[in-house]
Structures are given as structure tokens and as C-alpha cells.
């Protein structure tokens, strides 16, 4: 029997304003055929690793239009992060791992931002200005809130209750990519081992990294806490007392099957001796 009660999918009336991007009704902001905004696969996985994954998908719900962007924009990686969901869910199988991750762009709202954050529904992200969110009404705010960050955030506490509950407290690990040129520089690290207050999975995937050249391996790089990105890990890593950390991926190294076949090979490699370091 599992130790987890997947999320219903939401059931909202249909219509969009293609136009404006956005629909005159967001009270219910999600449709039928848009389903639920959270997935979790293998729940019952017998490894501690759960692998959650913010910025999975680069998809708008129906009532959003496009937001006011081209499709180029679209399927750049202001919308989300390319790969890292390939990348998750091969992990998924080497490590038999669990998986949690958000069904809509971060456009609509980055479930690795609180609430009150602007980097939640950014009006401006790298040199993208994004028309569907200027000037959003607090009702709207409310309701992207409603209908994307709390199926999200209360999937994955109640995933992790549930867990601690039957003694088998997870390992949090978050999974990113990120874009190889950003505001014109180029970033020559291709793995980001990040962390906030508790370093302690991190300094040890970053020990087992450091045995190979294969990957230039960095930690708190391209981001860091300063950067408001380590929300998850926060709230769902440091307050429930667990082993967590953050994978940042240059995506150009999981642009395709074999690059993103690689990837996860080496990760499960790092992150498997990681943990049985940490355990004696």
C-alpha cells in the first residue's frame, strides 16, 4: 500500500481570452482539460530520494492565452527548465526515486518562489518582458496562487508527512537547469551543487565530484540562497529537518536522450556515494 494520496486533478469551467492572455474569469483558473497542476511519480519508491522538479513543464493553462509571447519565447527557457524533467525521470528508475513536479510554466507562477515574492509571477524575466503578467490585479495573484502554488507546496508537505510518519524521512533533491548564456555572458560551470543553511549533502556530492573532470562542478553557482532560489529547500528541506540539495544542469548538456542518458548516470553516481557517505 502506498504512503501517499496522489492530488485530484481540479475540475474548472473552460474559457480563455487569447487576445489579452488572460481570461476574464480566474477565479477557477485551471480547466478540465488542463488537469491537475502537480504529478508525482513512483510514490511508493523505495529509495529516500525525492526528487521534486519546480519548472518541469513549459505549458500555459487554457484560460492564460500565451501570456502575450511568441511561441520562440515560449519554448526558451524563461518558461521553464529544458531537460530537467527528461533528466528527473531517469533518475526516477536508477535510483528508485519518488518524483514531484509542477505541470505548468513558471510563467504562471514559480513554485520555487513564496507568494509575496515578484520572481513568483515576474513581469520582466532576463530580457523578456511578459505582457500577461503587468500589472496583476491581487485577485489574479490570489488565484494563480490558489489554483498552482498550494496543490503544489501541499502535495509535497503531505508527501513528506507521510513519509516521516512511516519512519522513512526523504532526501530532498531539487532539480534545475539553466540556460548557458544569460544577459549575453557566457557561464562556463555545467553542474551547480546548491545549498542554503545545511551544506551537508551538498559538500558531499561536491567531495564525489571532485574525484572526476568529467563535469565542471561548482557549488552555489550559477545561483545561490542571495538569489531567492533555494524557496523549496527552505520550506520543505530545512523546516522538516531533512537532507536536502539543489542540481542546477546547464541545459545544453541535456539538450537531447544521450545528453540527458549521461547526466543522469553520472548524478546517480555522485548522489548514490553521496549518501552512503553521509550514512555511516
Known sequence: MSDFRGFEPLREKRGADQATGRGPDLTGLLTEAD???VAVENPDAMSPVLLVCEHASR???????SLGLSEEALKSHIAWDPGALAVSQLLVKSL??????QRFSRLVYDCNRPP????????VSEIFEIPGNASISAAERQARTD?????FTS???NFIAARKAAGRPPVLVTM???TPVYHGKQRDVEIGILHDDDSGLADAMLAAAGKTTHY?????EPYGPADGVTHTLIQHGLKNGLRNVMIEIRNDLVSNEIGQKVMADYLTGILGESLRALSQ
Do not use: Q
Not at 116 to 123: H, Y
Not at 216 to 220: D, W, Y
Open 59 to 65: 505549458r500555459l493553462p487554457e484560460k492564460m492565452g
Open 116 to 123: 509575496e515574492a515578484d520572481a513568483a509571477m515576474p513581469a
Open 155 to 157: 502535495t509535497l508537505s
Open 176 to 178: 534545475h537547469t539553466f
Open 96 to 101: 528508485d526515486a519518488a518524483l514531484i513536479y
Open 147 to 151: 489554483a498552482l502554488y498550494v496543490p
Open 35 to 37: 488537469g491537475s497542476p
Open 216 to 220: 565542471a562542478v561548482r557549488c552555489n
